[in-house]
């Protein structure tokens, strides 16, 4: 079964501070890995993609395990800005079908 | 920047009738699809289409939907006979090989 896992949330942090979010998914064969952030009753806009060697874009640091299964997402320095829900986003037969992870929502704290 | 266009933002229709949802995809991008959302709940796959044909659909995509590209712009999805649970948010998506996929902001589906 194809299924995304993600920590349940909802985060509450002060403004500066380091938050990780954790994802989990299932198909061993899926291929490619994203991260998108989603406003409240607004479309998923990316965030970044996930490589292998783990990314870094700014304050946001991708990280990917594939014998583990495991995506995670760091940012750095969280600004009120960062509030919204990461949706992490697996890529199952070749960019067919995507699969996205319930999200795990942040709120970030002045 | 290019987006992904739909239309209507907002689409109220009465149960059993027909509703169809338009997209304009990125010009250049040959994979689209379709996504939902329930209100409160995680974004779901539909269905993905390239060439003029479907490539992939989820046990959501039942004999009750259905996808079109028309001419060389439009993508649309046909609901038939609606149920209340059909009421979402109906994302469409676009993309170029090996890329991500841009969403366009949706369209509100009201079913009473």
């Known amino acids: 079964r194809k299924e995304v896992e993600q920590d349940p949330g909802p985060f509450n942090v002060p403004e500066g501070a380091t938050v990780a979010f954790n994802c989990t998914y299932s198909n061993s064969a899926s291929q490619s890995f994203f991260w998108y952030r989603q406003d409240c009753r607004k479309e998923p806009k990316l965030l970044m993609s996930?490589?292998?060697s783990g990314n870094e874009d700014g304050r946001f640091t991708a990280q990917l395990n594939r014998a583990s299964q495991y995506i995670s997402l760091l940012i750095r320095d969280s600004k009120l800005s960062d509030s919204a829900t990461y949706l992490c986003v697996v890529n199952y037969n070749y960019g067919q079908n995507f699969v996205f992870g319930p999200g795990t929502r942040l709120s970030v704290l002045p | 920047e290019p987006e992904v266009t739909q239309t209507p933002s907002h689409q109220v229709t009465q149960m059993g009738q027909e509703v169809i949802l338009r997209c304009v995809p990125i010009s250049n991008h040959l994979y689209f699809y379709w996504y939902r959302q329930i209100l409160g709940q995680k974004v779901e796959f539909l269905v993905s289409f390239y060439n003029n044909e479907i490539s992939e659909k989820s046990e959501i995509f039942d004999d009750q939907f259905s996808v079109e590209r028309p001419d060389g712009s439009n993508f649309t999805l046909k609901i038939r006979s609606t149920k209340l649970e059909d009421s979402a948010m109906y994302f469409c998506a676009s993309r170029r090989l090996g890329q991500p996929q841009h969403f366009g902001d949706g369209t509100r589906l009201s079913i009473l």
């Open positions: 996930v490589y292998s």
